[in-house]
């Protein structure tokens, strides 16, 4: 039997090479996480699967803690619930001695849930019902307050607490990188934050406590961060000053970038991107440079995706291969944007569960959804995938199963492997009734014939 044409295709490869998308940072192969092949993940928990790693979220917070510690000696941290707050990832951290730094009611609650004291939690965000005001204040937790409406509100929430309660802001300032984050908290630059300040000294409810910041998300220059401790500390001497309050603690957040690889960087994540230890320098270098020894506050970090991202992996299957009209190779994978969100803005690090020889040549893979832009990897430089193989997405640990949306398919399950090698589910993967069970169809919609 004469066999069916099939139309070559010739299509320039330039993978490898700098040009606008950045260097190919996906090439590689991997059989095993920590030892546990990746078949038994896909076997025991389904396709597609979170991974994470006890092990390794262990000793990057004792890693960056120990630095900080020995850096500055009121050193403080505090776990970023938005980053990851699967239960699991938070009660190690709290093990290891962290507080819960929350950004709202819903998270506030999970902390305490898990037996977080409410005097161990930091109270952020820009939203933060007075219902949930009450409980913080009344739990003791350290509230920081993000605008003007916030503080009437809290105001009436220490009225109906029936004391007065303690309080710090959150400020924003230029510190050199934009876009500003000017959106949260009250403007160093045009006396805003100095006014809210003022606002508070007035109140016959509210005491000034602290001042947060947070500069803003996957920052790579440390030096934004000196600026912020340079003009966060000017302001506390201002306030110190002019209303005898006394700042206890500065909060200078998170934003500190992990081995992800930013869509339009030209050099792979091990050289762009500055080790933790620069930023923790410039933090508390310039905190020493600035303050007396009978000056120094508790100094809080809320550092989570450098804590937490390389210990995540993301394991999906390739169902389907296809050619696209420009002969570009592309993949049908069972993990997509609904799981992925973070992938708008970084190009994962791609290895497959085998060696497999051919011609490796740019690719794309594509999610499961019924949508044009379910787009995991706009490029993956690949040797010819059979259906069936398995895709290792990395780094997965920060931002993806908070973010993540019941969008088309469920949710998969999240596995950990503890430190003795054991590997655990600590979250199954959604079935209907997890969907449907808030629910209510009314009677008269019940019935119906087709």
Same mark, same amino acid.
């Given at each position: 039997?004469?066999?069916?044409?099939?139309?070559?295709?010739?299509?320039?490869?330039?993978?490898?090479?700098?040009?606008?998308?950045? +260097?190919?940072?996906?090439? &590689?192969?991997?059989?095993?996480?920590?030892?546990?092949?990746?078949?038994?993940?896909?076997?025991?928990?389904?396709?597609? !699967?979170?991974?994470?790693?006890?092990?390794?979220?262990?000793?990057?917070?004792?890693?960056?803690?120990?630095?900080? @510690?020995?850096?500055?000696?009121?050193?403080? %941290?505090?776990?970023?619930?938005?980053?990851?707050?699967?239960?699991?990832?938070?009660?190690?951290?709290?093990?290891?001695?962290?507080?819960?730094?929350? +950004?709202?009611?819903?998270?506030?609650?999970?902390?305490?849930?898990?037996?977080?004291?409410?005097?161990?939690?930091?109270?952020?965000?820009?939203?933060?019902?007075?219902?949930?005001?009450?409980?913080?204040?009344?739990?003791?937790? %350290?509230?920081?307050?993000?605008?003007?409406?916030?503080? /009437?509100?809290?105001?009436?929430?220490?009225?109906?607490?029936?004391?007065?309660?303690?309080?710090? /802001?959150?400020?924003?300032?230029?510190? &050199?990188?934009?876009? =500003?984050?000017?959106?949260?908290?009250?403007?160093?630059?045009?006396?805003?934050?100095?006014?809210?300040?003022?606002?508070? @000294?007035? @109140?016959?409810?509210?005491?000034?406590?602290?001042?947060?910041?947070?500069?803003?998300?996957?920052? %790579?220059?440390?030096?934004?961060?000196?600026?912020?401790?340079?003009?966060?500390?000017?302001?506390?001497?201002?306030?110190?000053?002019?209303?005898? /309050?006394?700042?206890?603690?500065?909060?200078?957040?998170?934003?500190?970038?992990?081995?992800?690889?930013?869509?339009?960087?030209?050099?792979?994540?091990?050289?762009? +991107? =500055?080790?933790?230890?620069?930023?923790?320098?410039?933090?508390?270098?310039?905190?020493?440079?600035?303050?007396?020894?009978?000056?120094?506050?508790?100094?809080?970090?809320?550092?989570?995706?450098? /804590?937490?991202?390389?210990?995540?992996?993301?394991?999906?299957?390739?169902?389907?291969?296809?050619?696209?009209?420009?002969?570009?190779?592309?993949?049908?994978?069972?993990?997509? !944007?609904?799981?992925?969100?973070?992938?708008?803005?970084?190009?994962?690090? !791609?290895?497959?569960?085998?060696?497999?020889?051919?011609?490796?040549?740019?690719?794309?893979?594509?999610?499961?959804?019924?949508?044009?832009?379910? !787009?995991?990897?706009?490029?993956?430089?690949?040797?010819?995938?059979?259906?069936?193989?398995?895709?290792?997405? @990395?780094?997965?640990?920060?931002?993806?199963?908070? =973010?993540?949306? =019941?969008?088309?398919?469920?949710?998969?399950?999240?596995? %950990?492997?503890?430190?003795?090698?054991?590997?655990?589910?600590?979250?199954?993967?959604?079935?209907?009734?997890?969907?449907?069970?808030?629910?209510? +169809?009314?009677?008269?919609?019940?019935?119906?014939?087709?």
């Amino acid at each position: 039997m004469k066999k069916e044409y099939i139309k070559p295709y010739i299509k320039r490869q330039s993978a490898g090479v700098m040009n606008k998308f950045g +260097v190919t940072y996906n090439k &590689g192969h991997r059989e095993d996480i920590e030892g546990i092949p990746i078949g038994r993940f896909t076997d025991e928990f389904g396709s597609p !699967v979170f991974v994470l790693s006890e092990k390794v979220i262990r000793e990057r917070y004792r890693k960056i803690y120990s630095y900080f @510690s020995s850096k500055y000696p009121k050193a403080k %941290m505090s776990w970023s619930y938005k980053t990851n707050y699967l239960g699991a990832v938070c009660s190690i951290l709290h093990q290891e001695g962290e507080t819960a730094e929350v +950004v709202s009611d819903f998270e506030y609650e999970k902390a305490r849930s898990l037996g977080v004291p409410g005097n161990r939690i930091i109270y952020n965000g820009p939203y933060k019902p007075l219902d949930s005001l009450v409980t913080a204040f009344t739990d003791g937790a %350290m509230v920081n307050l993000d605008n003007f409406d916030e503080i /009437i509100k809290a105001e009436e929430a220490a009225k109906k607490v029936g004391k007065k309660v303690s309080v710090g /802001i959150r400020v924003n300032m230029d510190t &050199g990188v934009y876009p =500003q984050w000017s959106r949260f908290g009250f403007p160093i630059e045009n006396n805003g934050a100095f006014n809210a300040v003022k606002r508070i @000294s007035h @109140s016959e409810h509210l005491h000034l406590e602290g001042i947060h910041c947070h500069i803003g998300t996957f920052m %790579m220059d440390p030096n934004a961060y000196k600026e912020a401790v340079k003009k966060v500390v000017q302001l506390m001497r201002k306030i110190e000053h002019e209303f005898e /309050i006394t700042i206890s603690y500065l909060d200078f957040g998170g934003g500190f970038p992990s081995n992800n690889k930013l869509k339009g960087t030209y050099l792979p994540p091990e050289v762009a +991107v =500055q080790p933790v230890e620069n930023f923790i320098d410039a933090v508390a270098d310039t905190l020493l440079d600035e303050l007396a020894p009978d000056e120094y506050p508790d100094v809080y970090l809320e550092t989570g995706r450098a /804590i937490v991202d390389e210990a995540g992996w993301l394991i999906s299957t390739v169902d389907a291969v296809k050619r696209l009209p420009d002969g570009t190779k592309s993949y049908i994978i069972d993990a997509g !944007v609904n799981l992925l969100y973070t992938s708008a803005w970084y190009n994962y690090k !791609v290895e497959i569960d085998r060696e497999l020889h051919g011609a490796y040549e740019n690719s794309i893979l594509y999610g499961p959804l019924c949508m044009n832009i379910d !787009v995991v990897a706009e490029s993956a430089f690949l040797p010819p995938l059979p259906k069936g193989t398995r895709i290792i997405l @990395s780094p997965m640990g920060a931002y993806n199963v908070t =973010q993540w949306m =019941q969008f088309i398919r469920y949710r998969p399950a999240v596995a %950990m492997i503890m430190e003795d090698g054991k590997l655990e589910q600590i979250r199954r993967a959604e079935k209907l009734e997890d969907i449907t069970g808030p629910e209510f +169809v009314p009677d008269k919609l019940r019935k119906f014939n087709l």
